[in-house]
């Protein structure tokens, strides 16, 4: 397996493109399943997670071809072939899940596997379920399966969210675009990833207004027909990368970002002593005198502070002047990058669901191993601002969320190479 070495080396300064958004995409990728015309998507990051999509959809019988590098990705359900979503491909990614809307909207059946994805909880299904019932689906377990039906075909109906799950936004949004009648969402995700599926469903016919505030109004239509979306940018890996100048120093212009996307995150890091401006082509961020000050972060929905954001946090804190108390509320399991970090020399003491973060002057480079995506990345954020080497291992968990990444780090002058494995 390989792995990256990192060798801390002072303050990272140049430019940074940043891809299109994985969780975009991955829900984007599904809508095709919806309509018998070509979908193509354009920005796409080239993800494993978007090749476990792609072979996902093609065990459906979809059509799915990668252009331009990966990053155009044209599809077709034309001629679908099956509406079993296997374990084999669903354990491997959460995400899978999200072809659970479109099939039985289209279809008025699904079978798929109960999902997997990074080991941060729990992670069930009832709220995907209970919205999808409310129109009109019966949906029961056998076998590690959702078996989905609905023989007269979805209803357009009323249904209050117990929680704003992104991924059940996304299913109940997509089951509703073919629904008879109108289908209101109360309490519905507000992500930009959410807004971005809208938008392409708007372009295949779909009426639907409200994306971005929490009441979704969705309007079914007889047949969506084809498109082409341009995916939004990756507000996760925007993020990660403002960090690498917050946490050696320096100054780094992420081109492709805006402002909009990482409010509350650009928030935390002006709070603590970390400039963040907007420029023609993204964000500059920039961190000049000396030592970065403890702030709080809770994890919310959006538009709170991105839970994805909380493990690459943790990294800046360590180094922070002062204690800060990190509280993960959406996920009951993602502290797992805590232990690594505390062998790189950081002070953090986790209960529950807060890790109390006391800030120490330097890391120390270590041996440590990745054990989730934002969690691993976290790491190397880590080794950029620590003394010595670190090696991160597992790095898999890497190439499921980000394009490139020694490339990009290099390219603002960080000291970052993979370690082919056996
Ligand atoms: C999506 C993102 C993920 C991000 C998360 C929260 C994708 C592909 N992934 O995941 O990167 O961390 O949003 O911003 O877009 N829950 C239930 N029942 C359900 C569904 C969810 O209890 O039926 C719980 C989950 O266990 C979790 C919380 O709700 O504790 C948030 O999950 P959800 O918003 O659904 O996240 P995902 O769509 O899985």
Redesign the pocket.
């Known amino acids: 397996m390989d792995s990256i070495l990192v060798t801390g080396n002072g303050p990272l300064n140049g430019q940074i493109p940043i891809a299109g958004a994985?969780?975009a995409c991955?829900?984007l990728m599904p809508a095709t399943l919806l309509s018998e015309e070509p979908l193509t998507l354009t920005n796409a990051p080239r993800l494993s997670d978007i090749k476990t999509m792609t072979a996902l959809l093609q065990s459906l019988g979809a059509e799915v071809s990668s252009l331009q590098d990966g990053q155009v990705i044209a599809m077709s359900s034309h001629n679908l072939t099956s509406q079993t979503a296997d374990y084999d491909i669903v354990r491997k990614m959460?995400?899978s899940n999200?072809v659970l809307g479109p099939l039985l909207a289209r279809f008025g059946q699904a079978v798929v596997s109960l999902p997997g994805?990074c080991a941060?909880?729990?992670?069930?299904?009832?709220?995907?379920?209970?919205g999808l019932e409310a129109l009109g689906a019966e949906i029961e377990l056998k076998d590690g399966y959702l078996h989905a039906r609905a023989p007269g075909g979805l209803k357009g109906a009323v249904h209050e969210m117990r929680?704003?799950?992104?991924?059940?936004t996304?299913n109940i949004v997509m089951a509703a675009t073919l629904a008879k009648g109108t289908t209101v969402l109360k309490n519905a995700?507000r992500?930009p990833?959410i807004v971005d599926l809208v938008e392409c469903l708007r372009k295949m016919g779909a009426q639907i207004s409200g994306e971005g505030s929490s009441t979704i109004e969705i309007h079914g239509v007889d047949r969506l027909h084809g498109a082409t979306h341009q995916v939004v940018t990756d507000r996760?890996e925007l993020g990660t990368y403002m960090l690498a100048p917050a946490i050696c120093g320096g100054e780094v212009e992420l081109l492709g970002g805006r402002m909009s996307l990482v409010d509350s995150f650009a928030a935390k890091l002006d709070a603590a002593g970390v400039s963040v401006t907007e420029t023609q082509n993204g964000l500059k961020v920039a961190r000049k005198n000396g030592r970065v000050q403890a702030v709080d972060v809770v994890t919310e929905?959006?538009p709170g502070f991105?839970?994805?954001l909380q493990a690459q946090m943790m990294a800046l804190m360590c180094t922070a002047e002062g204690v800060s108390v990190l509280e993960e509320r959406?996920?009951?399991n993602r502290f797992m990058h805590a232990p690594e970090l505390v062998r790189m020399g950081a002070n953090i003491e986790v209960h529950g669901g807060t890790a109390t973060v006391t800030g120490v002057e330097t890391l120390k480079g270590a041996r440590v191993m990745a054990t989730d995506l934002r969690a691993s990345v976290s790491l190397i954020l880590a080794g950029l601002a620590a003394e010595g080497e670190t090696t991160v291992s597992r790095v898999y968990h890497l190439d499921r969320g980000y394009e490139h990444v020694v490339r990009k780090l290099e390219g603002v002058g960080a000291k970052i190479e993979r370690i082919k494995g056996e």
């Not at 929680?163 to 059940?168: C, I, L, N, P, R």
Request: no cysteine; hydrophobic share 45%; charged share 25%.
């Open positions: 994985k969780n991955l829900t959460r995400a999200l994805g941060i909880g729990a992670r069930p299904m009832d709220l995907h379920m209970e929680f704003a799950s992104v991924g059940a996304e995700a992500e990833e996760i929905p959006f991105p839970t994805d959406i996920f009951e």
